[in-house]
């Protein structure tokens, strides 16, 4: 396998987690009587640009498909996260009704809807149809498209160039990550300014999560390779902010090359210098990664394998992706962990891929008065055990697996 970036060949080995379903393939009861298609789920590190990536197995259009079931809405804490960032931009980009803003990967319109209501144009670009669908009913204009340097060109050619180009949790799912970075280059006005929010690579490997690896993911993302990647496709990084979410994120704010003039700040050069201080562009980079997920997987094991012999009853909450690497990876099935809860309703009566553990509404949990809950979503914990604090009621407990075994 080559690089998706530089095109060398690959041969660093970075974690190999088996062979899984892809983490978002939740299945219908009909389902439930076909073989599920698994693919080995394998990260391998170029050491000429150092960009962390999957090997290729599967198509995006396998992997973000119509039946497409994350949305983004049904996390109060994400919509909060959203709300925030647009207050900030609209002030410190001073947007208003002569300007544009364009999301791409806008999923179900939670973040364009306050864009919109702020009065300021917005276009969503989001190719899965029921995220997209739901966008449209909040009355954001939504493009079904994958995002790359065509799909740039026909918008710049409808005037339809950007003054605020967003991308929250995308670049790490595109497999032609080049053309997709070329994409903003591209549609941004000469003035205008591109974000990128997504897992640092830092916090995955300081904090072994390992979960946070699913085919969806094509690329692990570090500053110093995004900024290659970037420099490469005619972007410049002028600012970095690093962000509690999804266990520790980037915010990485980039401009045109040839036309930006904002100044880089020094939270650039400071963190590129803590990421090589950390390793991340050497051959240790994960050295003892692959051990901590088998200590990882083995404690959890123990711990069900503990609850089932003494009769006590486990049950998850959040039917998340990063739970489902956990859980495969783990080999967990039903007969340990009896259903997993979550509050989306594209999610419920359906099947986790490969454990295939059944998806449940809240109530089913608040009647079944387990004895544990399980956090699959562990990065939403306080969120999360806030809302299902009556648990404790009936002296239930909750329970995270990442990046150690721990009960509260």
Known sequence: MKCRHCHAELALPFIDLGTAPPSNAY???EQLAAPERY???????????????????????????????????????WLAHAERYVEDMVSRLHLGPASQVVEVASNDGYLLQYVKACGIPCLGIEPTAGTARAARERGIETREVFF????????????????????????????????FVAGFARILKPGGVATFEFPHLLRLVADGQFDTIYHEHYSYLSLAATQRIFESAGLAVFDVEELPTHGGS????????????????SAVSALLN??????LSSKALAADLQQRAERIKHDLLAFLIEQARAGRTVAGYGAAAKGNTLLNFAGVRGDLLRCVADASPHKRDHWL?????????????????????????WNLREEITAQLAYVREWGARFVTAVPELALS
């Open 353 to 377: 891929p490969g454990s295939r553990i059944p998806v449940v509404s809240e109530q089913t949990l608040r009647n079944m008065r387990p004895d544990f809950v399980l956090v699959l979503p």
């Open 148 to 179: 790359g340097l065509d799909a740039a060109e026909a918008l710049v050619a409808e005037g339809r160039s950007a003054d605020l180009a967003i991308a929250n949790n995308v670049l790490a799912h595109v497999p032609d990550i080049n053309d």
């Open 27 to 29: 299945l219908t009861r």
């Open 274 to 279: 803590q990421e090589r201080s950390a390793g």
């Open 39 to 77: 693919y080995p789920l394998r990260v391998l590190t170029c050491t000429e640009c150092w960009l962390v990536q999957t090997e290729d197995h599967a198509g995006r259009e396998e992997l973000f498909s119509s039946d497409y079931a994350y949305f983004s809405s049904y996390s109060s804490s």
């Open 250 to 265: 980037l915010r990485v704010h980039a401009q045109r090359a040839d036309t930006g003039r904002r100044p880089r700040t």
